[in-house]
């Protein structure tokens, strides 16, 4: 790895990276990954506006020649019976503004409530998995960052100088996040990686040495399916030494109608958020969606335990997508099932972590056990 300065902009740069000059739009590059074209395989840099810039690396994501794009998952999902869209694609630019609005609805209550845990709880996770040495602050699916900021004013406060490393699919909320975090904290610094969870992980085990705080917050565990989260927390601990820790926040079972309130608010937020995806595909794949003609739909499941959001068809419709060269065909009252949410008991979820290869160090819920915060280690590892 090697360093370049450019127009007084410090910059690290690695095999695979490159540099993104001055000015140069970073949602150019997001929409270039979305769309699979060849300037996002490598594209590595800062924005213009970048505070502190010698402070801020971002890597992108390397995209394997075979790594299905968004009109590829888009034409597997949407031709499937039932249709379905995957989750992950909510988070375009204009769905992490969306989700950021979500976050400040008093029905949203996980966000509030994770945030004060973690506020009641941050010296004593610091001073838990830190054991006197300085720690790496991982975050998977980090968005704003906004909660975070407790444990970096934390960790800082203990250690006085810290390297944030948020891993996000989204660039420009990562971005917009390490604008905010690097003028805020002087001796903080950021590499960023606009990545999914597993490259962002294994990138991460390359580069990072000592030990790490990793955090995977705001319930992303519950869009899984259930054995697809455990393969993924075992991911985790794969790439886990023994004085690493995992911060895992997941919202609990509760009453239903609380529980659909979060994903149904009546200030229509999330209806914008789920329609957000046919938007994404009007706009990247010139889809012609009229998203008057779809109702949000967002439902407590008891039986899966699990909170669903769907996207209604109000009639019988057919959709053309250019860039898929079909059209889609709906009859009313079709869905397309686009978010699951699953909600544990703290029992679940001790297991969960037991199974993956964790242990529990100390868990923190709010008084209505509505939201746990778990603090893991990986199971076998001495304390020192
Ligand atoms: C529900 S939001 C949570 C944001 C934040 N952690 C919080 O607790 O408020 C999920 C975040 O994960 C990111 N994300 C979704 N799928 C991802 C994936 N497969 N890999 C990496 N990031 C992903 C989204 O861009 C979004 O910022």
Redesign the pocket.
């Known amino acids: 790895m090697s360093r370049h300065d450019v127009r007084g902009l410090s910059l690290w740069r690695g095999q695979g990276q490159e540099l993104l000059a001055p000015g140069l739009d970073h949602r150019k590059a997001d929409r270039a990954a979305t769309l699979g074209q060849p300037q996002a395989r490598t594209l590595v840099g800062v924005s213009n506006a970048a505070v502190g810039s010698s402070r801020l690396r971002m890597d992108h994501a390397l995209r394997g020649r075979k790594a299905p794009s968004f009109a590829d998952d888009v034409r597997t999902s949407l031709w499937d019976v039932p249709k379905w869209l995957p989750s992950?694609y909510f988070?375009d630019e204009r769905g992490?503004e969306l989700?950021e609005r979500i976050?400040t609805l008093p029905e949203y209550y996980l966000?509030s409530t994770?945030a004060q845990i973690l506020r009641g709880a941050a010296s004593e996770i610091v001073a838990e998995a830190s054991m006197g040495e300085d720690l790496v602050l991982v975050?998977?699916?980090?968005?704003?960052s906004r909660?975070t900021q407790t444990l970096i004013a934390a960790l800082l406060a203990a250690q006085g100088r810290l390297l944030y490393v948020p891993?996000?699919?989204?660039p420009t909320?990562l971005h917009q996040a390490a604008e905010r975090l690097l003028a805020a904290y002087p001796t903080l610094r950021i590499v960023g990686k606009a990545?999914?969870?597993e490259q962002?992980l294994a990138a991460l085990s390359l580069e990072q040495q000592g030990p790490k705080l990793v955090l995977f917050?705001?319930s992303?565990l519950g869009n899984y399916e259930p054995a697809d989260s455990e393969r993924f927390l075992r991911e985790i601990r794969r790439h886990l030494g023994p004085q690493d820790h995992l911060l895992l926040?997941a919202d609990l079972c509760h009453d239903p109608a609380v529980l659909e309130a979060a994903y149904d608010d009546p200030t229509g937020v999330t209806a914008l958020f789920n329609k957000n995806l046919l938007e994404r595909i009007n706009r990247e794949l010139g889809g012609r969606f009229s998203t008057e003609s779809f109702d949000h739909l967002a439902f407590f499941s008891p039986e899966k335990v699990r909170v669903e959001m769907h996207l209604r068809s109000r009639i019988d419709q057919q959709v053309p997508i250019e860039a898929i060269g079909e059209v889609v065909r709906f009859s009313a009252g079709e869905t397309i099932h686009t978010e699951n949410c699953y909600k544990y008991t703290r029992e679940q979820l001790t297991t969960l972590a037991e199974v993956c290869g964790f242990a529990q160090v100390t868990s923190w819920s709010d008084p209505p056990d509505r939201f746990s915060v778990q603090l893991l280690r990986p199971r076998g590892a001495s304390l020192r």
């Open positions: 992950k988070y992490s989700f976050c966000t994770e975050e998977l699916g980090s968005g704003s909660k891993i996000d699919i989204s909320i990545m999914e969870h962002g917050l705001g992303s926040g």
